[in-house]
């Protein structure tokens, strides 16, 4: 089992910047940040394996850096240039899959409680 904890989000205006951080029990090869907005499904946003490839999804990438401090085993999301259309819960995942890179929330499975990113214009 891994527990993940999820801290940082909170209420900014467009185009301001929010950290997030996960403190997690242990680490997988992937670990992942996702997100779900009310009414939509849950996507992914930007994962990273143990050598510190990442991936992102097209809407945030150059917007959004992931990082992982594998000694304190805590994931980072630094968020810049946020939009109204960011607003979403975002959830820290860990995956067991060689397949994470992917950022399929089915290759994940183990989930933090969230924490809540709001946007305004």
């Known amino acids: 089992q891994v527990q993940l904890v999820e801290s940082g989000g909170g209420s900014v205006q467009a185009g301001g910047s929010l950290r997030l951080s996960c403190a997690a029990s242990?680490?997988?090869?992937?670990m992942g940040w996702f997100r779900q907005a009310p009414g939509k499904e849950r996507e992914g946003v930007a994962t990273t394996n143990i050598v510190g490839t990442t991936y992102y999804a097209a809407s945030v990438k150059d917007r959004f850096t992931i990082s992982r401090d594998n000694a304190k085993t805590t994931l980072y999301l630094q968020m810049n240039s946020l939009e109204p259309e960011d607003t979403a819960m975002y959830y820290c995942a860990a995956s067991l899959s060689p397949s994470g890179w992917s950022l399929a929330p089915r290759e994940y499975h183990y989930w933090g409680q969230g924490t809540q990113v709001t946007v305004s214009s």
């Open positions: 242990g680490f997988t090869n992937y």
